[in-house]
């Protein structure tokens, strides 16, 4: 199920690139890893590592949350994780991510198969989050 988000929450999303991501560990327990992430005007994409906790927690359960704050301010974001680890999407939402990480708007776009190699090296896979909830305090 896709939420809307109202104007207040896109901007604050929209503008940062750093969020605390809770996923559910086996026994139960959180586990939280802070991400880099992108947000493409109906997700949030984060690209892991196939070999991390993060990614193995949301395949075992995809029901993830997200944490993007600034001093007191906060969005809140729930949603379930499509875990993506197949071309050409993997490597379509990897190059968002890093698009907004670099700041260069252009990168991968004239060859993004120049970081196959890379998405591959480095064991790539993506998280693509659709909010559900989100809450926004100060």
Known sequence: MSLALDADQLAFLSARKWAVLGTGRADGSPQLSTVAYAWDGEAILVSVKAYTAKWKNALRQPRVCLVVNEDRKQLVVYGDAECIDED??????????????????????????????????????????????ALMND
Do not use: W, Y
Request: aromatic share 2%.
């Open 88 to 133: 050409p999407a993997r490597l379509e939402h990897t190059l968002a991510v890093l698009r907004v990480l670099t700041g260069d708007a252009e990168l991968g776009r004239e060859d993004p198969n120049s970081f196959l190699p890379m998405c591959n090296d480095q064991q790539r896979t993506v998280l693509r989050i659709v909010p559900a909830k």
